[in-house]
């Protein structure tokens, strides 16, 4: 190797400079969302979201030493749009009525939640260990001493991703119903009587289906753990047996694992619990009220359905279709935007995807509309 000779940066393909932006990106956000996490939590599952946020830091300096390498500059990095609504949310929500989103946004140490919190990671070696996540994700019998399942913690997040689908249903539906109708020319008195039909039809429809759902689910529920009941109290040993084999699965040791289980089993409470948890995969608190989910899938699809019928009930005249059609598009947009909360897609990329469907479905319930106008004129 001659003295001063002179090497050049070497050249990256552009697939794989993208891949470097992409993962540039995403550790930048993630270092993001965790202060934010960390804001919102105390003690061991704090320190646990500092060292994530730590080692995303780290992460996205090792992705621009590559990119200087190659002699490429680093984009200065501002928090989106979706990103800033996450940590917006968590800051008002709380981070466990966010996970499935959280999740979408490839935060990583949620297996935090699994377990019940800060005193599972608390209990947990090397829980503060940001090297390893596997250190608070590690199934253990903590969940099944009364504390909150992962299924528990993410019903917030269920409940507002159920929400934000709801309402997109009452909006496409209803919309293409008033449009449809629309393109065959009635009355706007006529409009407004189909459109409150829809909402009224389709948010009962949805609150009916909702109910049998959780009902059946409910009584399934029930009817298991009753089985576990019974089984416990005629064959406890049987049962204690059953739940060690579990244990000793997970990689706790034969001794280990049939004392816990029979520490476990002696209480009846925590025993039916853990033995529905871990024999049969259900979560006994689990157990939703149908009225209350009918209720909320009623509301959810009323409020979409609402919003492309609200020109017709503020101005029943002619205008109110073009007034409609704006609602309607807007409307997608807020959906679609929504959406990417839980789908981990670019926020607009989303809420153009949205509009663009309902669009069409809009458009083609009003061709039809118009075409069956036709006819029977």
């Known amino acids: ?83 800033r609504i996450v940590a917006g949310l968590v800051r008002l929500l709380g981070p466990t009525r966010m996970l499935p989103v959280l999740s979408a946004m490839k935060v990583r140490g949620l ?44 019903s917030g997040g269920g409940a507002l991703r159920a929400a934000v689908f709801g309402v997109n249903d009452g909006l496409v539906s209803n919309a293409s119903l008033i449009i449809g109708v629309a393109g065959a020319g009635p009355e706007p008195g006529v409009i407004l009587l189909a459109g409150t039909a829809g909402l009224l039809a389709g948010g009962f429809s949805m609150a009916a289906g909702e109910f049998i759902s959780v009902l059946t689910q409910r009584e399934f529920l029930e009817h298991q753990i009753a089985l576990e009941k019974s089984e416990m109290a005629v064959m406890p040993e049987e049962e204690i047996a059953e739940l060690a084999l579990i244990y000793r699965a997970k990689g706790i040791d034969p001794v280990h694992a049939e004392t816990l289980a029979r520490r476990i089993v002696s209480d009846p409470e925590k025993g039916i619990d853990t033995l529905a948890r871990e024999e049969l995969g259900l979560d006994p608190k689990a157990l939703g009220s149908p009225l209350v989910a009918a209720g909320a899938s009623f509301l959810s699809f009323a409020v979409g359905a609402l919003l492309p019928l609200l020109p017709y ?3 029943p005249d002619r205008s109110a279709f073009l007034a409609t059609l704006l609602v309607t598009f807007s409307g997608l947009l807020a959906v679609g ?13 989303s809420a153009v995807r949205m509009a663009l469907i309902g669009a069409a479905a809009a458009a083609a319930t009003y061709a039809i509309g118009a075409l069956l106008g036709v006819a029977v004129n």
Do not use: C
């Open 1 to 83: 190797m001659g003295a001063g000779r002179m090497y050049a940066a070497p050249v990256m393909s552009r697939e794989n400079l993208r891949m470097i932006l992409t993962n540039l990106r995403e550790e930048r956000q993630a270092a993001f969302l965790y202060e934010y996490l960390e804001a919102a939590e105390s003690g061991p599952v704090a320190s646990l979201f500092k060292s994530l946020r730590a080692e995303s830091e780290d992460q996205a300096a090792t992705w621009e030493r590559l990119l200087q390498d190659a002699g490429a500059t680093a984009p200065v990095w501002r928090p989106g749009m979706r990103a």
């Open 111 to 154: 297996a935090v939640y699994r377990a019940g919190g800060a005193e599972t990671a608390a209990a947990e070696p090397g829980a503060g260990d940001p090297a390893s996540e596997r250190a608070v994700s590690i199934p253990r019998p903590p969940r099944a001493l009364g504390e909150e399942s992962w299924h528990r913690a993410a």
């Open 313 to 315: 009930l503020l101005a």
């Open 337 to 349: 935007a929504g959406m990417s909360l839980f789908t981990g897609r670019r926020l607009v990329w």
